[in-house]
Each structure stands twice: as C-alpha cells, then as structure tokens.
C-alpha cells in the first residue's frame, strides 16, 4: 500500500490521474506556500488545473448530500467561485455568487465579517434570488478561522433561506471550524489520517515539491 508521502510524488505532475483513485488523491496537487507569512500556507487551486481532480474534488463534496434536497449552490468571492460552479454543474443547479461589497451594480443585502488575516470586510448577494424556502449549499475553496463562511450563513438566513450545508476541501478543527461542524451538516474532502496535518498548517505531501 504506498504511503501519504509516495503517492504525493507520484501526482508532482499536476495533470496526472492514477489508477486508484481514492478519496482526496488529488490534495498531493495543492502547492506550499514559498512566498512567506502574508500569504496562505498553501494554494489548494494547483488541484483545479486538473480535469479529473476538480469533477472527483467536487464529488466528494457532495457525497454527504445526495439525499438532501438543494435549490442553488453558493460560492464565496473569490476562490469559492470556482469549486462552488463546479459543484453546482455537478449537481445541475444554479450557482449564486457571494461578492466581496462594492462589486454588484444591483440592490444587495451585506454582511460584515472578519477574514482569516483578521481584516474586517463586508460580502454581499444580489436581492433577487434568494427567497424565503429556497435550500441553499454553501461552498468555499478552504475554511480556516469560520469567519467568512459563518458571515455567508448568516447572511444567507438573513434572507430567508436555509442552509442545506457546508463544503469546502478543508475545514480546520479551529473554533470557527469546529462551530460550523457543530451546527451544519458539512462535508470536505480531508482523510482523517490528514486532518492533523491540516490543522499543522503543514502537509507531508509538500516534501515532493522541493525534489
């Protein structure tokens, strides 16, 4: 059985698909962090430039909901946009963007917020789409201190409408983390074997990329 780490040296080439593919083969794609502390700890996007990677990261993540009735999928400015429209192509449905405020030239509800950098930030949606009743899953590319999903949330039922779940490749075991665990149905694409490393900020898988 090859190792977490072996693997991780067989995906180096960012468009190869193996013959096994297991849940979360795909997140020895994601790339370390090189540039230094203000930028994230890693950059789950390298997996997107993979076809396969993207249509199994996306089903995985909504392996958890194949039974709930979901009207619309939600994505978080900017990074959600991606895998949130790749969930909802998967599911058939539509996907509503929730924008960072100031980028929408149509009535919209806000939301403040603070950002896993600790910065305070406003989002918003559009008035039009939501409505009381409507079944909404709500995607982000990486969930670390909760604070923008838990602001997507609030924002959501704010408007009347329920938030069928949670997605995302990641969720931290932070308290924001842990909260959004606690009150919401959830799925995310993390084996437990690598949830510590997770939450370590540091993946085994990385020590390929510096061979």
């Known amino acids: 059985m090859p190792t977490v780490q072996s693997r991780a040296v067989l995906q180096m080439d960012v468009f190869a698909v193996p013959g096994d593919r297991h849940k979360g083969w795909y997140l020895s794609l994601m790339a370390p962090n090189t540039k230094g502390p203000e930028f994230a ?7 997107y430039c993979n076809s396969q990677a993207l249509a199994d990261c996306a089903k995985d993540l909504l392996s958890p909901f194949q039974s709930d009735n979901i009207d619309l999928v939600a994505g978080m400015d ?10 909802a192509t998967a599911l058939g449905k539509g996907f509503l963007a929730v924008r960072k405020a100031g980028h929408l030239c149509v009535p ?11 910065r305070e930030k406003t989002m918003e949606v559009r008035l039009d789409v939501l409505r009381p009743g409507s079944r909404v899953l709500l995607v982000d590319q990486w969930i670390e201190t909760g604070g923008t999903m838990k602001a997507a949330i609030q924002l959501v039922e704010k408007l009347g409408a329920t938030v069928v779940g949670v997605a995302a490749v990641a969720i931290e075991n932070t308290e924001g983390g842990r909260w959004i665990k606690e009150n ?25 990329f510096n061979n």
Do not use: N
């Not at 700890?41 to 997996?47: F, K, Q, T, V």
């Not at 919209?108 to 600790?118: A, I, R, V």
């Open 184 to 208: 919401y149905k959830f799925s995310h694409c993390i084996p437990e074997e690598l949830q510590s490393q997770i939450d370590g900020k540091y993946l085994d898988s990385f020590k390929s």
């Open 78 to 87: 900017a990074m959600g946009f991606i895998l949130g429209a790749s969930v």
């Open 108 to 118: 919209t509800q806000g939301q403040s917020y603070t950002d896993y950098t600790g």
């Open 41 to 47: 700890w890693l950059d789950p996007s390298r997996l």
